[in-house]
C-alpha cells in the first residue's frame, strides 16, 4: 500500500474512531488493527489538524533608553545583547 492511501485509509478509521466513541483499545482490536500502530496513527492525525507553530519574526532595535521602567523578564544574549520584555 503506497504511503499516501495507507495514511488516508488510517485517517478515515481514526475518524470513525472518534464518532464511535470506544476507546482506542477496544477500536483498534475490533478492527484488528494493532494497538501501538492505531496510537500512532491517531497522533499523526491530530498533528495534521493542529497548526504548525512556526516562528515569529522579531524586529530588534537599538534605543538608549526602554520606553518602559523595571523589565518583568531581562536576558542577556552572548555578545552584550540584552532582551528586555515589560
Given at each position: 500500500m503506497k504511503e499516501a492511501s495507507k495514511e488516508?485509509?488510517?485517517f478515515d478509521l481514526v475518524k470513525k474512531w472518534q464518532k464511535s466513541g470506544n476507546s482506542q483499545k477496544k477500536f483498534s482490536s475490533e478492527n484488528n488493527v494493532k494497538f501501538h500502530s492505531f496510537s500512532y496513527w491517531v497522533k499523526r492525525y491530530r498533528q495534521s489538524k493542529s497548526p504548525d507553530p512556526g516562528f515569529a519574526s522579531v524586529t530588534l532595535t537599538a534605543e538608549p533608553e526602554p520606553v518602559f521602567s523595571n523589565p518583568k523578564?531581562?536576558?542577556?544574549?552572548?555578545?552584550g545583547i540584552i532582551?528586555?520584555?515589560?
Open positions: 488516508s485509509a488510517m523578564i531581562e536576558i542577556e544574549l552572548a555578545g532582551v528586555r520584555i515589560f
